[in-house]
């Protein structure tokens, strides 16, 4: 393929996450000081699957090269799924060759590399295309355990948030509840709750079969009274979203949700106010033994995904984005193969062909859970105050740990022990 004279564009999919703007900036700086005219597109694949070249604009490396240390996105970003349609897909190849582009740099989660490898194969090769994936989620399955960039950031930002909320606890003698964003994995949730000192954290990936709302009620119910048997009255429960998807059969019946779904087919968890609902669950089931305490619902989400972004996704971003057009001009160990996500591993660029990324079977990624059998999450753990299968082993602790939820041995065993 004859690729002289040709352009390069650079479009983001998905939701925000920091260190978009360090990709699209050392992409730029790369491509341009290889001689490359750089396009890029707004507002992802959304114009151009209506056929639309309008919304595009020439990049200069004086565009990108402040830009790369902020959050946020220069060049927008929008769910919008090609894939859809046929007629769709032909729009988006037509106008990426009429706009001249022969290599293009896609930015985003597993939706989004799903479309760029539908770009690649609908242009029959004659569009060389480099994805490089970002989630604050972490839940791409990138090799040698590396995280999506974004992530570190929002984990920061968040576990910094949490630490406020504790102390914030600790002054007022109240409990928050705080819904972290991740829609599948419970990483940033984890992340969040061990660096800001959480209580617990509760994560999808914990259960064995779906829980129900009253399940997780249950395991607050007994940090809290764990928290009152050790002297504290205060504390700070993360409950990690994909707990939500979970409840999702609950949560059709429940007055307070809204369930609807993405363009991508993804169960909107952000209609759903699941931390008012676990928390008016809590207040009922308080209220109903007369008990009182005091709780704030709170969600973390859209607050970490536009952070400027900490040294570790900068320096990372910008090997991502350097790597992408290093890939697509065939600078990269083993040349141009097909259609590729980026990924670093060992600090080297390693492609990943398309064929190898997605599931045959449901066109995406898989994706990546925490393992809550590994000495990782079993430290974090460690570290909550929440009722264990120890706290009922012993008769004394037990007793005394009862004695905090205002009810006999007996009774708390009937309403706690099946949960640990």
Known sequence: MDLQGKKM?????GGPAPGINGVIGA??????????????IYDGFKWLSQGDITHTKKLNINDVIKSRFEGGSILNTSRENPTKSEEKMKNVVDSLRNLGIGWLVTIGGDDTAFSASQTYKFANGTIRVAHVPKTIDNDLPLPANMPTFGFQTARHVGAELVANLLEDARTTHRWYLVVAMGRTAGH?????????????TII??????????????????????KAKAL?????????????????KEELKDNPLAVVEYDEHGHFRMAEVPLCLIIKRTLNQRFQSRGEKAQFVDITIGYELRCAKPIPFDIEYTHQLGCGAVKYLLDKTEGGYKSGALISIQAGKIVPISFDDILDPKTGKTAVRKVDVSAD?????????????????????KLKKIASAAKCDVEEFKKRYSGLV
């Open 204 to 225: 999808p990936e914990e259960f064995k079969k779906a829980p129900t709302i009253d399940d997780v009620c249950s395991i607050i119910e007994g940090s809290i009274y």
């Open 188 to 200: 940033l949730a984890l992340g969040m709750g061990i660096g800001g000192g959480a209580t617990v």
């Open 9 to 13: 564009g650079i479009l983001v999919g």
């Open 27 to 40: 992409a730029t700086i790369e491509a341009i000081n290889n001689g490359i005219e750089v396009v890029g």
């Open 231 to 247: 002297g504290q009255d205060y504390g700070v429960a993360v409950i990690a979203e994909g707990v939500g998807d979970l409840l």
């Open 376 to 396: 990782y999450y079993m430290a974090t753990r460690d570290l909550m105050i929440r009722l264990e299968k120890s706290d009922f082993e012993d008769q004394k």
